[in-house]
């Protein structure tokens, strides 16, 4: 019983559990790291494929590379009657952006 | 005080400090990785929105040079001089010029008033309408549109009260006068002359300007 006591209050071996604790957190910090890193990744991914899928809509709508669907524009004076005006809408395969021309 | 000193000098627990140090370092620079990341895949939501206003206000440009462009009228003014002859004073009526031959895309009798006022040389006011153009899934384009004394029209286009992406479509007109007409009767005594004079005014496609403003 006295050598266990004794034992316990000793400070021999104290360094060696410091050591194994602290190896402890750095190892967490280091997944912490890891995985932080590896989701910015992915949003980057992410976000480079949108932006990729962006710019191809804007020359499908602004060259009118994209199929043609028909419209009516309403153009209205103020304090008047609307006019509507046949139009050909050019929109991306997302449906993200729409652009039109008069027909002919 | 020897105790807080000795304290303060001794290396107990050093790892563990430097084990949180590290780790506080890590979660620093992750969390700027991911801030990063996160702030780059915001703007596009912003882009695009700022990508089909430009697309509403350019499309508006052009179908309202398209618009404008096929507008054409004949302006006509007769007058009427009578010579009673033998000392009498002869006498002239005119009602001034009248636009006839209109053909207006907008049908609006504001455009037949203004350019009636500018024929006859007089102010024109109001010179200004405003057009709303709308389309489904695409931004409402506000048209302020200006007529000139010289038959020129300004179109001002823009999107939201904040006026983005401001463009300018300015219409030159071409104008061409007729020959003009005159007629003389003779019915007792008294001698009538009747001028007509006209000229038409039209405006081309070509002849037309699309300007970005400011925004």
């Known amino acids: 019983m006295k050598k266990s006591v004794s034992r ?38 992410a976000t480079r494929e949108e932006d990729e899928a962006f710019y191809e809509a804007i020359s499908e709508v602004e060259e009118g590379n994209a199929a043609p669907v028909p419209g009516t524009i309403t153009v209205k004076p103020d304090g008047g009657s609307a006019i509507n005006i046949d139009v050909d809408v050019y929109k991306d395969v997302d449906g993200m952006l729409s652009a039109y021309r008069v027909k002919g | 005080m020897r105790r807080v000193w000795g304290k303060l000098k001794s290396s107990a627990g050093a ?31 912003h882009l695009k929105a700022e990508q089909q206003k430009y697309l509403a206000v350019s499309s508006a440009a052009k179908l309202m040079r398209n618009q404008l462009a096929k507008n054409n009228f004949t302006a006509t003014k007769v007058t009427t001089t009578t ?18 031959d209109e053909n207006f895309t907008f049908s609006d009798s504001w455009f037949t008033d203004c350019f009636e006022k500018a024929a006859n040389g007089e102010s024109i006011s109001p010179n200004q309408k405003t057009f709303t153009i709308t389309l489904d899934d695409v931004p409402d384009v506000t048209a302020d549109v200006t007529v000139s004394a010289n038959y020129q029209v300004t ?18 007109p071409t104008r061409e006068n007729l020959p003009t007409e005159t007629v003389r009767a003779e019915s007792g005594g008294n001698v009538t002359t009747t001028t007509t004079q006209k000229f038409t005014v039209t405006w081309q496609e070509e002849n037309a300007v699309i300007s970005q403003g400011r925004n």
Not at chain 2, 22 to 36: D, P, Q, S, Y
Request: with cysteine.
């Open chain 2, 83 to 100: 010579d009673p002859g033998s000392g009498g004073t002869p006498s002239t009526t005119s009602d001034g010029y009248k636009i006839s």
């Open chain 2, 155 to 172: 179109v001002e286009l823009y999107v939201g009260t904040e006026k983005d992406n401001l463009t300018n479509l300015t219409l030159v």
């Open chain 1, 8 to 45: 316990l209050l000793s400070r021999a071996g104290e360094s060696f559990s410091e050591v194994l604790v602290a190896i402890l957190i750095v190892a967490m910090a280091a997944l912490l790291l890891a995985s932080m890193v590896s989701a910015s990744g992915s949003i980057d991914r």
């Open chain 2, 15 to 45: 790892s563990i400090l430097f084990a949180i140090l590290v780790f506080m370092l890590c979660i620093l620079a992750g969390t700027a990785a991911l801030t990063a990341a996160a702030a780059n895949s915001g703007r596009y939501t």
